[in-house]
């Protein structure tokens, strides 16, 4: 099983930069990396509420599980 995380899909979509991101969010850029990448090992519900609600999506749209 693996998670996949497609924060990059989205920030593409919006034509948003990570730094920006960061700012709404108000999360280091460092660590909105760290998610964006997929090497994070857990979401706070609040910080993924930030995320939806800056990128105007629904978690699903941030992250999905994919069968290895």
């Given at each position: 099983?693996?998670?996949v995380v497609d924060i990059d899909v989205m920030l593409a979509r919006r034509k948003m930069s990570v730094g920006t991101l960061a700012e709404r969010v108000g999360?280091?850029?460092a660590n909105l990396a760290v998610l964006k990448n997929g090497r994070a090992k857990a979401v706070?519900?609040?910080t993924l509420e930030a995320l939806c609600e800056a990128l105007e999506?629904?978690?699903?749209?941030l992250i999905r599980w994919e069968q290895d």
């Open positions: 099983m693996a998670i999360i280091t850029p706070r519900f609040n999506c629904q978690p699903g749209d």
